[in-house]
């Protein structure tokens, strides 16, 4: 089924480990996004890729690393994780005829 | 930049009844507005768009209504059904990045 896949689904981490948190979409999209939610809370940009090679920064960007070698993905990097980054993660890839999400990973650190 | 505000965190309506949950932006430049509806555990799912050089826009018991005036949005769901019960946001995008709102949890009464 074409859409966007993320995974893992569920992560715990302790402080100070590093991840990848995996995203790839098979619709031939441009432009890739990361949020997170928090609880009670919409979701807040993270960084953003209008296209392979170029990634951008968003609102939340502090400890979060990304890159874009092709189009199909958009992994985003923990390097060193802090229990304020306990959130849920959103990936979405756009066209001009709308954003499409994944369904999410759920990260805790302790 | 952009912000985005909702008028009220939370809803609650009777089955049946029409359902209206509002919204406000903050820049004009803004050119694209998205309602999305999130279930528990779920990423968000599109609901219905509308674009800066419209007014309204209709889909299958909702509508969306913009006001660039002052800056306001809306959803109306018509008919509201236990289906229905979730948090609903809207999202402006601007330059490339879309901002969300904090959410209105819709609670449908038998």
């Known amino acids: 089924n074409a859409g966007v896949t993320q995974t893992p689904k569920f992560q715990v981490l302790k402080t100070g480990q590093s991840m990848t948190l995996q995203c790839a979409q098979d619709?031939?999209?441009?432009?890739m996004s990361w949020y997170r939610q928090d609880p009670g809370m919409g979701l807040r940009l993270i960084h953003y890729s209008v296209g392979a090679g170029i990634t951008d920064q968003g609102e939340v960007p502090n400890g979060y690393n990304v890159s874009r070698s092709t189009t199909e993905d958009f992994p985003l990097r923990l390097l060193s994780a802090a229990p304020s980054q306990t959130s849920v993660y959103f990936c979405?890839?756009?066209?001009?005829?709308?954003?499409?999400f994944g369904s999410g990973t759920r990260l805790t650190v302790v | 930049g952009e912000s985005v505000g909702l008028h009220l965190p939370t809803l609650s309506v009777q089955e049946g009844d029409n359902s209206i949950i509002n919204c406000a932006y903050s820049n004009s430049a803004s050119d694209y507005f998205i309602w999305y509806k999130q279930e528990s555990g779920k990423g968000p799912q599109f609901i219905i768009d509308i674009r800066s050089n419209m007014d309204k826009r209709q889909g299958q018991r909702v509508t969306v209504l913009l006001n660039k005036t002052v800056k306001h949005l809306s959803l109306q769901i018509a008919a509201t059904q236990p289906g229905d019960s979730a948090v609903y946001f809207c999202a402006v995008h601007l330059t490339q990045k879309l901002v969300f709102g904090q959410g209105t949890r819709l609670t449908i009464n038998p």
């Open positions: 619709m031939n999209h441009e432009y």
């Open positions: 979405a890839s756009s066209s001009s005829l709308g954003y499409t």
